[in-house]
């Protein structure tokens, strides 16, 4: 499977690309605006600063947050590829993460496995806000992604993850995500969702029931301790479901993108005044 | 443990069963409206779709709503009650645990037919309801619940002329099935007939509180019943869980 | 946890059977909601069912059932609570949290009495299904794998004989599915058994997104079947 021509030993097979990108935010030195304290792309992992435009969504329509959209710098990953990326959302901060387009995950030489790995801290007292674009599982893919979110307990979280089965009208390859969140250290959600040839029973409807389309909207807020939403199945093909811990999960299915953005939006709105977008 | 704690004082479980639509709700709806001063009551019901039952009683008003739970059976009433009692035994746990000290909890089985009796395990004796509306002849074909209940109940003798049941014939019938044990013709209608069931409640519970009554089986539900059912008495049953606290 | 009392193979079956009388039987494994959605509506689409069912919530009931089976044969009940909150994280619904842990105490109040064991009483006030599973597969001599089977079968045999009552179905037909399924349920017990001593943070956690939707529309739901 594997070249014996290639020049980057651990990385996999030739061509295969190995990324790192770094960012983090803090407050300012008086303590009242969010700014970035690293941001590090690495070759197909760019990270560029946005300044907010006015009141932020989803953070309490905030204007003194730091603002970072994460763009693709090429295709990918393809197999083979290793990607990471670390966040760390420094104490009383609030960063808000947007990602430009959709992540295409394409199958590299002899099938080899990608792999994108994010690792996520928010401190005390900070907000994260993260609003990824969806994650398209092309045909013939060997993915794997996998985040972890480590949150203290007074921080506050919304996240938006969306997963395209293949490209419009292709079989999807095989991927496998985790999305892992704890706080104070106590599991609080984790799920991982895999579909493709080499996965069984997804298809069927207990799992995705033939939908192309899967995603989550997850909310954290330390408000909740007491009073979490009341669960809301709003949709034949979405609900609205408080987690054991303060936070709250919003999962769909949806025959296409556009569907499934539109369910997930909807949920958002059922979570209350403090997440208004 | 929190879970099989027995309670200070352990209420007489009294189950009632009977037929689809012979009024079991409406029995247990009496008994608590007329009791419901003497003695602290608790109400479980059992239903084949949902929580139907529960609502009718709550709807009632007879007793306050945390009293009246409802246990859903998976469309399997018999099993509920006879040979897989868990979900029932746990609900009258935990109600005689949530409002200690209870005197009475009353089950109410989901509506089945004939051979559906309570188990030991479950309750320490039962009330089995035909009403007349079903057939004059139902109490002559006997079954373990007719034969074998505590009390049979004869609900609706209101209606035994507009039905064209002779009232005292089936009430001889169902003696005659149960060889001298109690049956209660009842009519809502006949304050004297609701104040015997009532006093036919107080005798057992005071019977149960001096520990004078035994529970016993009406007999296995259908043939396909192992012979072991009968001898598997309720004192038995319980020995391992009481052994917490 | 001293191994001892039935033979093994046949305290197996006994903690499968679904005659065991935990309440089982008044659950279909989220069928019914798949049915009243239509997303069921044959037996292919019945087997895919059940399939992709024992490939998510059975995966990680298995998982736990063993990884409890393992501390408490070790007597080492120290991590029963991170279970119980690892588990927590892997259901979203609020409602399948409640049916596991209704189905869990319902498990230790029978087990309680068919087979004590000083265990059962200090699971906590409502522990999970699996963890009991667990615990009582240890109590009865059993292993980590045979806890995860025992959990695996009984939830996958639970499911398929709700279809009897939900589906216009051949029984025989929905048995061949079972007997399909056998090899898989024991791959699944293996690999469950193999994480079992490992961190509860390591433990699988594959989602099925419409198990956690159809659950929450069934609780709402005014004419059911079943309770889940």
Redesign the interface.
Known sequence: MYDSLHHRAPAGPVGAMSARAVLASELNGKGRISRIRTLRSDGPLVLRKSNPKGPEPLTRRRHDVARVALAAGTAGPLGGDDYALDVNVGAGSTLVLQEVSAMLILPGQGGAQSKMAINITVEQGATFVWWAEPVIAAHRCNHLHDVRIALAPDARMILREEILLGRHGEAPGDFSS?L??TRGG?????????FGPS???????????GHRA?G?VIAVDPDWVDAPPA???FD????L?????PGA?I???APDSLELRRLLMRGVTELGPSWAT | MHDETTPRTRALRLGVAGPVGTGKSSVIATICRHLRDEFALGVITNDIYTDEDARFLKSEGVLPEERIRAVETGSCPHTAIRDDVTMNLMAVEDMERDFAPLDIVLVESGGDNLTATFSPALVDAQIFVLDVAGGGDVARKGGPGISGADLLVINKIDLGPHVDVDVDQMVADAEKARGGEPVLPLSRKRPETVEKLCDWVRHMHQTYAKGGHVPVDPGPMAPHHHAHDDDHGHTHSHSHSHSHD | MARTGLGRQAALLVLADGRLPAGGYAHSGGLEPAVAARRVTDMAELEAFLVGRAETAGVIAAAFAAAACARALRDDLSQMPELEAELDARIPSPELRKVSRDLGRQLRRAMSSIHPHPHFADLGPAPHQPIVMGVAAAALGLDAQDAALAILHENNSGAAAAAAKLMPVDPFDVHAILARMAERLDRLAGRAAALAGGPPADLPSPGAPLADIAAEHHRRRDVRLFAS
């Open positions: 985790r892992r969140i106590l599991a609080l959600y984790d799920q991982q969702i895999a996965s069984d029973g997804w298809d069927g409807a207990a799992v995705l029931g899967t989550s669960a809301a199945p034949q093909n979405a609900a479901t408080p987690l054991a811990g999960a999962g769909a299915v």
